[in-house]
């Protein structure tokens, strides 16, 4: 969050404001989510912040753990990327 310009005090009022202890993750989301934890590192940013994930290296992933339905692994994880998109974000106006 350094590089989008905020200081540290700003930074830690946001982590305290979005703290969760627990969330539920349905079985049939999990290995989306475990996917995306593996992509965690392959962000396209650009001047203005996240962009997205690079999905060349998304689809290697996806080939490395032998994902049977790529088609729906990808749109369960474009899911949890708009979400991230929007939190690490916020609304900015494009």
Not at 22 to 50: H, K, P, Y
Request: proline share 1%; with cysteine.
């Amino acid at each position: 969050m350094l590089d989008q310009g905020l200081d540290p005090g700003e930074i830690n009022a946001r982590r305290k404001a979005e703290k969760v202890d627990d969330c539920e993750v349905w079985e049939e989301n999990w290995q989306a989510l475990e996917i995306f934890a593996q992509c965690q590192t392959q962000w396209r940013t650009s001047m203005s912040g996240l962009v997205g994930l690079d999905y060349t290296a998304v689809a290697w992933v996806l080939r490395l753990n032998q994902v049977e339905d790529e088609l729906l692994t990808l749109q369960k994880l474009q899911i949890v990327e708009a979400t991230v998109l929007k939190l690490m974000n916020g609304n900015r106006s494009e």
